[in-house]
């Protein structure tokens, strides 16, 4: 944990933002009926409010306050719930993140690259588990590491890659952050999109692809060398 808290100076925000495929927003284009459905839809605290694109967002809202208008003026009154967005480049530091938070209403940031495109977003609960591991949303399972009764390792791909190095006494830490997750490591190393069963070797372990949700490797096996070599000899 404490060198966790160390790494917050030199670790971009880009490193432990939710990335945009994964953030809830409303369409503020939508009509009234389609606004509703995406409303009910929500499942998270704060919601990013935008026009057609997440790349034009306007601001952020609580779901709670839409939830609210809604019930008191029978309409989504997205204008009385929007709150003016904190906008953060992707190479800010994460200290500097954790201290512009400090002073934000809605304690969350909008990440965006060079280009002022839509990145993700960043809150305190990803700072806390930059520093000490997953915390579970009230509607997720944590994402685990599990142990097999054969010493390799079922991990979930959207695993942070600096806990998964801690956890396996190794280093697969990118400095250039070109990848934050077991993922973003495994595709790296892949170098295209793989199918499942495929695998690679490195820092004495195999990564096995062991299942793929579309586009995204979602589950992998990491094993030894020596307990892959046994069993090609059995």
Known sequence: MIRGVLDLADRPVRSIMSPRN?????????????????????KHSRLILAREKVDEFVGVALT?????????????NWQRAMRE??????N?????????????????AII???HGSFEGIA???????????????????????????????????????????SYLERD????????????????????????????F???GLCFKVIEMDRRNISKVLISPLNFVENEIMI
């Not at 709670?64 to 989504?76: P, V």
């Not at 967005?85 to 992707?90: A, I, N, Q, S």
């Not at 830490?173 to 069963?197: C, K």
Request: net charge negative; charged share 35%; with cysteine.
């Open 112 to 114: 965006v690259d060079e």
């Open 85 to 90: 967005p904190l906008v953060v480049h992707e």
């Open 172 to 199: 697969f830490v990118d400095e250039a952050d070109r990848y934050t997750t077991l993922a973003g490591f495994m595709l790296w190393h892949f170098g295209h999109l793989p199918n499942e069963d495929e695998s």
């Open 64 to 76: 709670k306050d839409l939830l609210l208008n809604w019930a008191e003026d029978q309409r989504i």
């Open 123 to 165: 809150t305190p609960t990803d700072i806390l588990e930059a520093i000490a591991g997953d915390f579970p949303d009230d509607d997720e399972e944590p994402v685990v590491v599990e142990r097999l009764e054969d010493g390799s390792f079922l991990v979930e791909g959207c695993a942070d890659i600096r806990h998964l190095s």
């Open 22 to 42: 994964e953030i809830e927003w409303l369409d503020l284009n939508g009509n009234e009926s389609e606004m509703r459905e995406e409303l009910q839809k929500v």
């Open 92 to 108: 800010t530091s994460v200290l500097r993140l954790m201290e512009q938070l400090r002073h934000s209403s809605i304690q969350l």
């Open 201 to 203: 070797e490195t820092e």
